[in-house]
């Protein structure tokens, strides 16, 4: 699975996810680094078709409202180490890439991963 990671989550996770055989890119590596807007991270995302991993809710809206980006997956655990981010990644990294073979709104908590199902019109609930 392809993944594009935004800046407020470490670029370990980029590292994490290729060495469990993924392709993944951190904002640090695109040319503005992490000064990347967010509309460029959805074009790049979408024109690789990759899931933006991040935890900015403005992402989620414009999924929501707009569509864009296509694939999305919110971690919503609140401030956690690094190192906490990381196991909880590896916990549920099967069950991650599972999710988005029905959905591509996900969203991954301390405790819970929601999956927001597609609509038969191809959005999300």
Do not use: C
Not at 19 to 41: F, I, Q
Not at 42 to 64: C, P
Not at 67 to 85: D, E, H, M, Y
Request: glycine residues 8%.
């Amino acid at each position: 699975m392809k993944f594009l990671i935004d800046a407020q989550l470490p670029a370990r996770l980029a590292r994490f996810l290729n060495g469990a055989g993924h392709d993944a890119l951190h904002t640090s590596t695109l040319p503005d680094g992490n000064r990347t807007t967010d509309v460029r991270v959805v074009e790049v995302a979408d024109g690789e078709g990759r899931v933006v991993i991040t935890k900015d809710r403005d992402f989620r809206d414009g999924h929501l409202l707009l569509g864009s980006p296509r694939r999305l997956l919110i971690v919503a655990t609140g401030n956690i180490t690094n190192a906490a981010l990381l196991a909880l990644f590896e916990a549920n990294l099967d069950a991650i890439v599972d999710a988005f073979g029905e959905a591509d709104f996900v969203e991954l908590g301390a405790e819970m991963l929601v999956v927001h199902r597609r609509r038969d019109d191809g959005s999300t609930r």
